[in-house]
């Protein structure tokens, strides 16, 4: 069974950072496409960042480009989001997704192409 799990949520100041980890059981992420995703009150779930599994190339959300950065550790099975430079509209709900197919481009982002998903971690940024 795909079981997903997020930590390293917190609250930070503008211009801080944090790390989000995403421990998976069940499979292995080395397999399968994996992706960050993030909804704040009152919006729409949008991809932040994601790896496929094929050719490992990134993709990210135009908003996030430069400051976040999404790496896997295959050996311990750990998705990653590195945070940095947070600013307040970063405020939201920060849930980890994975799916077996393979994406190419902005696909990786769109939520409805995951079928597994985690509980999600809360991030807050204050100005």
């Known amino acids: 069974q795909v079981q997903l799990v997020e930590s390293g949520g917190g609250s930070v100041q503008a211009g801080g950072s944090l790390r989000l980890s995403c421990g998976a059981s069940g499979f292995s992420v080395s397999s399968y496409s994996m992706g960050w995703f993030r909804q704040a009150p009152g919006k729409e779930r949008e991809g932040v960042a994601a790896?496929?599994?094929?050719?490992?190339?990134?993709a990210y959300a135009n908003s996030v480009k430069g400051r976040f950065t999404v790496s896997k550790d295959n050996t311990n099975n750990i998705l990653y989001l590195q945070l940095s430079n947070l600013r307040p509209e970063d405020t939201a709900m920060y849930y980890c997704a994975a799916d077996r197919g393979q994406y190419g481009g902005l696909a990786k982002l769109r939520a409805g192409n995951y079928r597994s998903w985690g509980q999600g971690t809360q991030v807050i940024v204050s100005s």
């Open positions: 790896l496929g599994f094929l050719d490992n190339v990134p």
